[in-house]
């Protein structure tokens, strides 16, 4: 079994690679979805991301239980939907999360994306550290914000903002906000990580791969995992790729390694951009 390395700053210990557990739209079958994160449990993972958005709590939940590992073994982040920052509704959605979860707290709850709706972020933020203090989420973060936002995000909650969460793989330059989580020490994790996919036949990853004995999905992974205060969270309902993607603490890129595959960004190249929630972007 792996043992994954951590991230530690300000209080916060994570694990520095996680497991994804969102769908893509209804491509992505709920059935068997539990003993893939089972599968992943014992492969060594520790650290789960969902949402309610993702409609795969309840399975991660039954996942986490049949894999027998302890509940204060893993590292499990869940998120607010944009549809329910109002205050009451923050508090009923964490309920509703921790009951799909079947579980009594989570380690990291955020803000799944900024209100396309004006509600009044100090009320969001409010609540979420409300519900932080009652014991039901160990840390707090906001997913999808900007820097202005994440920064008001910080001034404004009562609680600390610990951690950011923002696509991010070689062809989507985030230096800027980089930049910033560093100056914050703030992890930032990294979800889309291999691009969902599209950097898999690259041929800059293919070609660094092959002389590194490794596939193109683990190079891309090391690329995330040398830079610091970045957490990578890639997701595969395959096992065998689980695996692989596990199995990136044994080598290293070169220096010139990692700029070739820096080189790979476009202004072009975001993926998750949903008009009307998305916002302006750095």
């Known amino acids: ?52 958005k993702y409609k795969t709590e309840k399975a991660v939940g039954e996942g986490i239980r049949a894999s027998g590992v302890p509940r204060n073994e893993i590292f499990l982040t869940t998120k607010v939907s944009h549809e329910y920052l109002r205050a009451d509704d923050v508090a009923r959605m964490v309920d509703e999360s921790l009951k799909n979860l079947a579980v009594d ?32 989420a160990l840390h707090l973060g906001v997913a999808n914000f900007n820097i202005a936002q994440l920064e008001e995000a910080m001034r404004l909650c009562p609680e600390p903002i610990e951690n950011l969460q923002v696509e991010y793989h070689p062809y989507l330059d985030q230096s800027r906000v980089l930049a910033v989580v560093r100056r914050l020490g703030l992890p930032m994790t990294a979800y889309c990580p291999l691009g969902r996919g599209r950097l898999i036949n690259d041929p800059v990853v293919t070609d660094i791969a092959r002389a590194k004995g490794k596939t193109a999905a683990q190079v891309v992974l090391r690329w995330h995992l040398q830079q610091d205060y970045v957490i990578p969270i890639p997701r595969s309902t395959n096992p065998r790729r689980q695996a692989e993607n596990l199995d990136v603490f044994d080598f290293t890129l070169s220096d010139d390694d990692m700029r070739r595959i820096h080189a790979l960004a476009r202004p072009d190249r975001r993926i998750a951009n949903p008009p009307g929630r998305a916002p302006d972007w750095d």
């Open 105 to 136: 707290y989570v380690d990291l709850l955020m803000v799944h994306w900024p209100s396309p709706d004006n509600v009044p972020l100090s009320e969001t933020m409010a609540a979420l550290a409300k519900a932080k203090r009652q014991g039901k």
């Open 1 to 52: 079994m792996t043992s994954i390395p951590v991230f530690r700053s300000n209080g916060i210990v994570i694990p520095r690679l996680g497991f994804g557990t969102g769908r893509i739209g209804d491509k992505t079958s709920l059935d068997g979805y539990g003993e893939l994160v089972t599968h992943a449990l014992k492969l060594g993972y520790r650290h789960i991301d969902t949402a309610w």
